[in-house]
C-alpha cells in the first residue's frame, strides 16, 4: 500500500498518532546535534538529512536505564521492576542503516537464549516508521554491509522524501494500524514515479565497493597479528566509536543508591574503555588498545558472524566521522583484505 | 616548505636512529582532516603532511610511548604540553625529540561544514583562502574566519621549545588584554551562565574523549571511573554531567596548554574551551603562570606564595 | 514564599575544619558557649590543604546548601604550608565555580585559630545568612 | 516473560571466615520462598549473581553440592565493593540471588571414567561441589577413582579444612592436601601444586582432569598435566572473566565468539585453544 502524506499535514499527522502512542525522534541538541528522544510536541521533531550522532538503537536500548527499584520494607527489600511499556510507541525517522542495526541487536537481546525483557517489550510496543535516506554521504557503506539507502527490512512503515510530501509505504501489519489516519490519502502516479527516481539516484550514489568476502576467515587467523598494534597505535581509547555505533551493544550494571533505597541501572559501556575487562584484582585481559580495538573489529566482523552468521556493522559511518583520531574503518577493512594476500603468498 | 623540512628531518632522525619513531600528521581519510600516524620506517616519511587540519595534540600519544625515544610533530600549543608533561617526569626529556612547526593556526572543520549546503567532498587551502568543493557546488571561504576557537584566541604559535624548529618564525601575537568569550559569558547573569554550562553539558554522551584527548589526562584511574570512593553516578543526569565536566576542566587548572583537543574530539560539540581558558586566565592573573612557557616553573597548584591573593577568606 | 524561598526552610550547611585550628576553634565556641545556629555540620579533616575539589562538589550534589572551609592562619599550619597550597586551590575554585554560574557565597572559606571561638562563631553566622539570602542550592544538586 | 536480570530472596543462615587472613568468608544460605526452592537446579561448577542492593552484584561460584538440599553455599574472596559488603552481612539478613548461570561441570562426560581434580587457593569452591555431589553415595559409583590435589599458600588459607580432614580418611579417593609454606603446626606436604602433582603422577590413563586456581597455577599445571599425557579433550578448567550480566549480552566476558558466563566458566583447553589468547 502506498500513501501520500503532504508536509504541511505533517504535525498533524504527527499530533493524530501521539494521541494513541508516544513518539520517539530525532530531535535537535545543537546545531547538526541531535538525538533520538521523546517528542512532547510535533514541532520538536528534526528530520535532518543525516542521521542524529547517537542511533535508533537507544529507543530500545537506552543509554542510561532503570532496570528496577528497590526499597527496604522491614528486613525485607522490595523490587519493583521498570520493564514494563505502558503506551505503545511509534519510532520515527530512522534510516535503514539504524534499522537493520536493531534487527542485528534483536538476535542479542531477543535471540534464543536468555530474552532480555527491557529490550523485547520495547520492541515489542514499537511501531517503526522507517526513512528513506535520500542523501547519502561519502562516509556511508551501507551497500557493501548488505544493505542500502532504500533497504526496507525493520520498518513497519517507510516514508521516502518526495519534496512537497512524503510517500508513505505501508509495509507490514503493525504498519497497516496507522494507515487509517486522516492525513494520509492515496499517492498517484506522479507520486509514485518520482519516489522510483528518488530511489535509483540515492541507491546509485551509495554505490560503494568496499568488500567483506572472507573477512571472517582472515580474521581467524590474524589474531596475534602485529597489525593490531598498528590499529591500537592511533586510538586514545574514548568511546565515541562504540557509543555512537548502532550494533555495539555492551552494557554496565550498577546501583544508584541513597540510604538503602535506589535503583539498578545499566548504562552503555565500551570494549574500548580500559576499565571494562580490568578484574577487581587489578588484572587485565586486554590490557592496551591493541587488544581493546582487535576485540572491537573482531566482534563486529568474525566473533558476531560465528554466532548469528551476519556482520555486526551496518556501514553508517559513523564512526568515521567521529573519531577524534581521524581513523576510519573502512580503511582498516581493507588492510584486513589485503592482509590475506600477505599470508597466503607466505604460506 | 614546511612538509618538505618535515620528512627531511623526519628521514634523518630514523636513519640516524635517533628516535625510535616520529609521531606526525598524515593525510586524513576524509576532507578537512588529517590524522595522526607514526612511522619507523625513514621509507615511509612522505606520509608525512602539513596543513590547516593538523589540529590533534599529539602529546596525548606520549604516555603509550614511554619506553621509546619518540620525535614529535608539535604546534606552539603541543609543545606547551610536552613541557607539562616534562614538568610532571611523566617521561624523560631525552626520550623527546621535538620537531616544532611555527603554527598558522588550524581550520575549524565544523565551522567550515556550517558555512555551505551539502557536503564537502574536497578542500584545498591556498594562502589566506580555502576552496571548499561539493558535489554541485564550490566556494572560496577566508581561511581567518574558520579557525578553531581555541586557535583564535592563541598567542603562542612558535613552539616554546623544540629540538628543531622547521619554517620561518611566525608572528607571536600581542598578549590579549581580555579573552572576549569569556568577558562576554561574565557579562551574563549567574543563572544564565548556568544554564549554559547545563545545556551545554546535558548534550554530553559520556564517551570520555575530551579525557582522552587530552595529553593532561592520564590518570590510571580517572575520578569518574573510581568505585571506592564512588564520586559520581555513571548516568547521563544533569548534575553527573556537569559533575563529571566542572571536575574535567579543574584538574587541567595550571595544566592546560589551551590546545582545543577536548573540545574537537567531542562528537556532540559541546563548548569545552571557555572552560579551561577561564582556568588558564585566572592561573596567569593570580600567580602569573603559563602553562609550558617557563620549562621549570613550578605547577602552580603545586607550589604556593606567602603573598597569594586571599581576600576572599574570612 | 518570601523571593521564591520557603517560609521555615532551614539551609544545610557542611564545614570542613581543619584538625588543628578551626576545628578547636569550634570546640572552644563550644565549651565557651559561644552560641551560633545548628544549620551546620562538621568534617574534621586534617588540614585545609586535605580539601579536594570533590568533596565540595559531592556535597553541594548529595544536598548541601553551602560549604565553609576552614583552616589555620597563614604561617600557622601544622605542616606548615598545607594552608597555603590550600588557598590556591580554593581561589581557583572558587572562581571557577562562579564563573560556571554558581551563585557567590556557596562555597565559602575563612582563617578560624584555635583559640578563636568567636571569630568561628561569627564566620558560621554570617555563612548561614548568605546561605539563607540564596536560598536552597538548586543548580547543581542532584534531583 | 521472565526477566532475566531478578534476583529471588535467600537469607544468611549462617557465616563464618575460612581463613586466618580473614579474606574468605562462606555464606550459607536459605531460600525465603518454596517455590524458589523448587525451581532452582543446578550442577557443580555453575555460578550465582550475589546481590545487594546499593552496592551491586558479584559472580560466585556455588561451593555447595545440588544433593545438600535447600540451601546454597558461597565462599567469598574480600575484593572489591560487593565482595567487601558481603562479608559484613550478618546472619540473618537477606541477599539477592540470580542463576543458576553457567555451564557447570560436564558431569555426564566423567561418568565412568577417573577424575583428577587439582585445586589451589580459594578457586577450590566449585571444585567442593563437584567432590561433594559425586562423593554422595547415588553418585559415588559414577565416576571411578577420585584423586585430588589442593593447595594454599599457608596452612592457614586452606579451605573447608574438615571436609578436607573427612575426605582424606575416605577409602574411595585420594586425598593430597599441599601448602607452598608451612608453619608449625602443619605436618602434611610442602611444595607448590604443579610440583606435587609432577610427584603424585596420577595416571592419565582413562582420566579427566578438573583444573581451578589462580592463573600462574593454571599455567604452571597445564605442562605437567601434558607431560602426563592427559590429552586436551579432557582437562577441564573454569575460567575467571569480569561479570555483570551473566547471560552473555553485556558483552565483557567475551573471549572469541564464546561469552565466559553463559558458554562457561567451564571449558575444555581443547575448546580453549581455539579461542584468541587473551590472558
Given amino acids: 500500500m502506498k500513501l501520500r502524506l503532504d508536509k504541511k499535514d505533517f504535525h498533524s499527522f504527527l499530533r493524530g498518532l501521539m494521541v494513541h502512542y508516544e513518539l520517539f525522534a530525532p530531535v535537535q541538541l545543537g546545531e547538526g546535534v541531535s538525538v533520538y528522544k521523546k517528542i512532547g510536541d510535533p514541532s520538536e521533531v528534526a528530520l535532518l538529512p543525516s542521521n542524529p550522532q547517537k542511533p535508533a538503537k537507544e529507543v530500545f536500548f537506552p543509554q542510561s536505564e532503570t532496570m528496577f527499584r528497590y526499597g527496604k520494607v522491614g528486613v525485607q527489600t522490595e523490587v519493583t521492576s521498570t520493564e514494563k511499556v505502558e503506551r505503545k510507541r511509534i519510532l520515527l525517522g530512522p534510516r535503514p542503516c539504524d534499522l537493520k542495526a536493531v534487527s542485528l541487536l534483536d538476535s542479542v537481546f531477543a535471540g534464543k537464549d536468555y530474552r532480555d525483557v527491557y529490550y523485547v517489550n520495547k520492541r515489542n510496543a514499537t511501531t517503526v516508521i522507517g526513512m528513506a535516506c535520500d542523501q547519502p554521504l561519502s562516509t556511508c557503506f551501507c551497500s557493501s554491509m548488505d544493505g542500502g539507502p532504500f533497504f526496507r527490512e525493520g520498518s513497519d512503515l517507510f516514508l521516502i522524501d518526495l519534496g512537497e510530501a512524503y510517500l508513505v509505504e505501508v509495509l507490514t501489519e503493525k504498519g497497516k494500524a496507522i494507515e487509517t489516519n486522516e492525513f494520509l490519502k492515496e499517492a498517484d502516479t506522479n507520486d509514485l514515479e518520482l519516489a522510483r527516481e528518488i530511489e535509483q539516484k540515492a541507491t546509485k550514489k551509495a554505490e560503494t565497493s568496499l568488500s567483506l568476502e572472507g573477512i571472517e576467515g582472515r580474521l581467524d587467523r590474524m589474531v596475534e597479528s602485529p597489525f593490531w598494534d598498528q590499529v591500537g597505535e592511533k586510538c586514545i581509547g574514548c568511546r565515541i566509536c562504540t557509543y555512537l555505533c548502532p550494533t555495539c551493544h555492551c552494557f554496565d550494571i550498577v546501583d544508584e543508591d541513597l540510604n538503602g533505597k535506589g535503583e539498578r541501572v545499566r548504562h552503555w559501556d565500551s570494549c574500548l574503555s580500559s576499565l571494562y575487562s580490568q578484574e577487581t584484582s587489578g588484572h587485565n585481559p586486554r590490557p592496551t588498545n591493541r587488544e581493546r580495538t582487535r576485540q572491537r573489529l573482531m566482534h563486529k566482523f568474525n566473533y558476531f558472524p560465528k554466532n548469528v552468521g551476519r556482520i555486526a556493522c551496518v556501514g553508517c559511518g559513523r564512526c568515521v566521522l567521529y573519531c577524534p583520531a581521524d581513523s576510519d574503518i573502512r580503511e582498516t577493512i581493507k588492510e584486513i583484505q589485503k592482509f590475506k594476500c600477505q599470508s597466503s603468498n607466505a604460506k | 616548505m614546511i612538509q618538505e623540512r618535515l620528512r627531511q628531518k623526519a628521514k634523518e632522525l630514523l636513519e640516524s636512529k635517533a628516535v625510535d619513531l616520529i609521531v606526525g600528521f598524515g593525510e586524513g581519510s576524509l576532507p578537512l582532516r588529517a590524522t595522526p600516524i607514526f612511522i619507523r620506517n625513514p621509507q615511509e616519511v612522505n606520509r608525512l603532511i602539513w596543513n590547516s587540519f593538523c589540529g590533534h595534540n599529539l602529546s596525548t600519544y606520549l604516555h603509550k610511548l614511554k619506553s621509546l625515544k619518540v620525535g614529535l610533530v608539535v604546534k606552539g600549543c603541543d609543545s606547551r604540553s610536552a613541557v607539562a608533561l616534562l614538568l610532571e617526569k611523566r617521561f624523560k626529556a631525552d626520550q623527546l625529540f621535538l620537531i616544532g612547526v611555527p603554527c598558522q593556526r588550524m581550520v575549524d572543520r565544523r565551522r567550515v561544514k556550517r558555512a555551505v549546503q551539502g557536503e564537502i567532498l574536497r578542500v584545498s587551502a591556498q594562502g589566506d583562502e580555502l576552496i571548499v568543493e561539493g558535489e554541485d557546488f564550490k566556494t572560496t571561504l577566508n581561511r581567518k574566519d574558520f579557525l578553531y576557537p581555541s586557535c583564535q584566541v592563541c598567542v603562542h604559535r612558535m613552539p616554546l621549545r623544540a629540538d628543531v624548529l622547521l619554517g620561518k618564525p611566525v608572528e607571536e601575537f600581542s598578549l590579549l588584554e581580555t579573552h572576549p568569550e569569556i568577558e562576554e559569558f561574565l557579562g551574563k547573569t549567574p543563572e544564565e551562565r548556568w544554564d549554559y554550562f547545563e545545556r551545554e553539558t546535558g548534550r554530553c554522551i559520556r564517551c570520555y574523549a575530551c579525557r582522552e584527548a587530552c595529553p593532561m589526562c592520564y590518570c590510571t584511574e580517572c575520578f569518574v571511573d573510581s568505585s571506592n570512593p564512588q564520586w559520581m553516578e555513571k548516568g547521563l543526569s544533569p548534575s553527573d554531567l556537569e559533575f563529571y565536566h566542572i571536575v574535567r576542566a579543574y584538574h587541567q587548572t595550571g595544566r592546560c596548554s589551551g590546545c582545543g583537543a577536548c573540545e574537537r574530539a567531542c562528537p556532540m560539540e559541546i563548548r569545552l574551551t571557555y572552560l579551561t581558558q577561564k582556568l588558564n586566565e585566572d592561573v596567569k592573573e593570580l600567580f602569573g603562570f603559563e602553562t609550558g612557557v617557563v620549562g621549570d616553573a613550578f605547577a602552580p597548584l603545586s607550589t604556593y606564595d606567602m603573598g597569594d591573593k586571599q581576600e576572599f577568606i574570612k | 514564599m518570601v523571593n521564591g524561598i520557603e517560609i521555615g526552610w532551614e539551609p544545610k550547611i557542611l564545614a570542613f575544619l581543619c584538625n588543628w585550628c578551626s576545628y578547636a576553634g569550634a570546640d572552644l565556641a563550644g565549651t565557651s558557649r559561644i552560641q551560633y545556629p545548628p544549620n551546620i555540620r562538621v568534617i574534621r579533616v586534617p588540614c585545609s590543604g586535605r580539601i579536594n575539589p570533590l568533596f565540595i562538589l559531592k556535597a553541594l550534589q548529595g544536598g548541601i546548601d553551602g560549604v565553609l572551609v576552614s583552616g589555620c592562619h597563614p604561617g600557622d599550619c601544622h605542616y606548615l604550608s598545607g594552608n597555603y597550597v590550600g588557598r590556591r586551590k580554593s581561589a581557583t575554585l572558587k572562581r571557577f565555580l562562579e564563573y560556571l554560574g554558581l551563585e557567590e557565597g556557596r562555597v565559602q572559606f575563612s582563617w578560624v585559630s584555635a583559640a578563636e571561638g568567636g571569630k568561628f562563631s561569627q564566620v558560621v553566622q554570617e555563612v548561614i545568612q548568605d546561605i539563607k539570602k540564596l536560598g536552597p542550592e538548586k543548580r547543581f544538586v542532584k534531583k | ?279
Fill in chain 4, 1 to 279: 516473560m521472565n526477566n532475566p536480570y531478578l534476583s529471588i530472596p535467600m537469607m544468611v543462615k549462617k557465616a563464618y571466615t575460612e581463613t586466618t587472613d580473614r579474606m574468605l568468608r562462606t555464606l550459607e544460605l536459605i531460600f525465603q520462598k518454596e517455590e524458589d526452592k523448587k525451581a532452582f537446579g543446578f550442577i557443580p561448577g555453575q555460578f550465582c549473581e550475589l546481590s545487594l542492593f546499593g552496592k551491586g552484584e558479584a559472580p560466585l561460584g556455588i561451593a555447595s553440592s545440588p544433593t545438600e538440599n535447600g540451601s546454597l553455599k558461597f565462599t567469598i574472596n574480600r575484593a572489591g565493593r560487593v565482595t567487601t559488603a558481603l562479608h559484613h552481612i550478618e546472619e540473618g539478613e537477606e541477599i539477592g540471588v540470580r542463576g543458576p548461570l553457567g555451564n557447570g561441570y560436564p558431569i555426564n562426560l566423567f561418568k565412568g571414567h577417573n577424575l583428577l581434580v587439582v585445586g589451589g587457593g580459594f578457586a577450590f569452591t566449585t571444585l567442593r561441589s563437584l567432590i561433594a555431589y559425586l562423593l554422595e553415595p547415588q553418585n559415588r559409583s559414577g565416576v571411578k577413582e577420585v584423586t585430588l590435589i589442593y593447595g594454599a599458600r599457608m596452612p592457614g588459607l586452606l579451605l573447608y579444612k574438615k571436609e578436607l580432614q573427612e575426605w582424606s580418611e575416605r577409602d574411595d579417593m585420594k586425598v593430597v592436601v599441599t601448602v607452598d609454606v608451612g608453619d608449625q603446626n602443619w605436618k602434611g606436604k610442602v611444595g607448590l601444586v604443579p610440583n606435587v602433582l609432577e610427584e603424585t603422577a596420577p595416571s592419565s590413563e582413562d582420566t579427566y582432569a578438573v583444573v581451578c586456581g589462580p592463573p600462574v597455577m593454571i599455567r604452571f599445571t597445564l605442562p605437567k598435566l601434558k607431560a602426563l599425557q592427559f590429552p586436551d579433550e579432557r582437562i577441564y578448567t573454569s575460567l575467571e572473566r569480569r561479570m555483570k550480566c551473566g547471560i552473555g549480552k553485556c558483552g565483557r566476558c567475551n573471549i572469541g565468539h564464546l561469552y565466559v558466563c553463559k558458554d562457561g566458566p567451564v571449558f575444555s583447553l581443547e575448546q580453549l585453544n581455539k579461542l584468541p589468547r587473551e590472558g
